[in-house]
């Protein structure tokens, strides 16, 4: 929070590298001499309060700008930063399209190349049967 003479400000400011970029500022004026300006009268006071209201809006075209100029840059970071994830993955270990045994203790099988990897494996799911006292295949 930061107090000035007249008002005191809230500020959060956020920014996500190449995807999310977050202003927010909150504006309170409470204990403010409001004397000078009530002898004004209500006309003119509505003047003042248009030009003011005008400011902001000119402030915020400003503020706009400035967050397209960061839309472009965090596209700009974003594509970086996906090549370098892309040069960053480790090449998978191929078997050149031909289906090859893991050794894991399922029996499964793969098959890859630079592109994808696959792997399958079929096993027995069994269930007890108290009758016949035999594991029973349930599934496959």
């Known amino acids: 929070m930061e107090e000035n003479k007249d008002y005191q400000v809230y500020r ?3 920014l996500t590298e190449g995807s999310q970029l977050k202003l ?3 504006v309170y004026c409470e ?5 000078s300006l009530i002898t004004q009268g209500a006309d003119a006071l509505e003047a003042l309060r248009q030009d003011s209201i005008d400011g902001e809006q ?7 700008a400035a967050a397209k100029q960061w839309e472009q840059q965090a596209a700009v970071t974003q594509k970086l930063n996906r090549s370098l994830e892309y040069l960053r993955t480790p ?10 045994k893991t050794g894991n203790w399922r029996d499964a099988e793969e098959i890859s190349n ?5 792997t399958c494996s079929v096993w027995e799911d069994t269930k007890y049967d108290r ?7 349930v599934a496959w």
């Open 131 to 137: 009758e016949t006292k035999q594991s029973v295949p």
């Open 24 to 26: 927010e500022h909150n």
């Open 31 to 35: 204990d403010v001499d409001i004397s």
């Open 12 to 14: 959060f400011d956020y």
């Open 114 to 118: 630079r592109v994808y990897k696959m």
């Open 58 to 64: 000119k402030a915020l075209a400003i503020v706009q």
């Open 91 to 100: 090449e998978v270990a191929h078997t050149g399209n031909e289906w090859r």
